[in-house]
Nanobody, 119 residues
Framework: QVQLVESGGGLVQAGGSLRLSCAAS????????MGWYRQAPGNQRELVAG???????NYANSVKGRFTISRDNAKNTVYLQMNSLKPEDTAVYYC?????????????WGQGTLVTVSS
């Protein structure tokens, strides 16, 4: 059983910062890509930021220059540092990982953590 556990969401004023964490646990052999997605009410889930096992990153245009994704491979953990937050960043943020167990390749999602940015 593999799971992703997120933490760090909450309520923050516009212009503030939050740091999300997501730790993968279970029978993991290796993790390829990890990423953060978000879904606001009435919207589809969208990619916020992704990072490969080698550290290459990509970002949604709406968060470039404000958000930073990083990972600690030794801890199977991915982070999302969010600065200069805007009310339109309000959403449920989901962690995603594509990984190998001993027997198969999986795509796993976290349970989501709510980020609310007040104006």
């Amino acid at each position: 059983q593999v799971q992703l556990v997120e933490s760090g969401g909450g309520l923050v004023q516009a212009g503030g910062s939050l740091r999300l964490s997501c730790a993968a646990s279970g029978s993991i052999f290796s993790i390829n890509d990890m990423g953060w997605y978000r879904q606001a009410p009435g919207n589809q889930r969208e990619l916020v930021a992704g990072i490969t096992s080698g550290g290459s990153t990509n970002y949604a245009n709406s968060v470039k220059g404000r958000f930073t994704i990083s990972r600690d491979n030794a801890k199977n953990t991915v982070y999302l540092q969010m600065n200069s937050l805007k009310p339109e960043d309000t959403a449920v943020y989901y962690c995603n990982a594509r990984l190998w167990t001993a027997y198969r390749y999986l795509e796993v999602w976290g349970q989501g953590t709510l980020v609310t940015v007040s104006s």
